[in-house]
């Protein structure tokens, strides 16, 4: 059972732990993606770090590739980023999982990466979804999961479809049963309604 979509703490129950290959150390009972975060770049990844992530792609408690992703306020040029971002979509094709996806303000760039690359078919979450409706719309339209953090933007949490609502607490210092009962508040749905969906999602998504 996985509730927690995204998290950052390293012992997080049903939880998927986002961790950079490079510091991949599985514990027994807990789920993992595994990616190279987008402000991780200002450095360059190497050709052995991106066989590293293969490698721990493959590894029976990684659910999801990521975080990966664009960001055009921090890590390197956006160019770089969707190189990076590209490599990880290959990665999920070849594996047959799901990807974790950071964007900030590149959600075109992102989807039209995606469109380039000829992996439409990729799954993609959004992760720390904070845009309007709008933006939710384009994730949307393009078959994206949307995932919920402790911060969004009401209007666009009631234009999501239940069916593709996921939550997390990333890097906030907050319960998910409290960011739940956040979401469950703006939906006017009964908090047991949303911890139930989201895990049928994020389910349905990683397996
Ligand atoms: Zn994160």
């Known amino acids: 059972m996985l509730l927690d979509f995204h998290t950052h703490r390293p012992d997080a129950t049903a939880a998927l732990i986002s961790v950079d290959p490079r510091h991949f150390d599985p514990q027994p009972g807990l789920w993992y993606s595994v990616g190279f975060h987008p402000w991780d770049t200002l450095l360059p990844i190497t050709p052995g770090d991106i066989a590293l992530l293969e490698q721990c792609a493959h590894h029976p408690q990684v659910l999801a590739i990521g975080e990966t992703g ?10 770089t980023q969707e190189a990076l971002f590209v490599s990880h979509l290959q990665l999920a094709r070849g594996t047959g999982l799901p990807v974790v996806v950071h ?4 959600a075109q760039q992102i989807l039209a990466a995606r469109h380039r690359a000829q992996l439409t078919d990729v799954p993609l979450a959004i992760h720390g ?5 709008h933006v939710a719309r384009t994730w949307l339209d393009a078959g994206c999961y949307l995932s919920y953090g ?7 949490l009631l234009a999501t479809p239940l069916d593709r609502l996921l939550i997390e607490t990333d890097d906030a210092p907050v319960t998910i049963h409290h960011v739940a009962t956040l979401v469950a508040h703006t939906l006017h749905r009964p908090i047991d309604t949303i911890l139930h969906i989201t895990t049928a999602n994020a389910q349905r998504l990683l397996t």
């Open 129 to 133: 979804m904070r845009g309007n409706q």
């Open 103 to 106: 964007s900030v303000r590149t």
């Open 70 to 79: 664009m960001d055009s306020l921090r890590g390197a040029d956006l160019e």
């Open 150 to 156: 402790p911060r969004f933007n009401p209007a666009a």
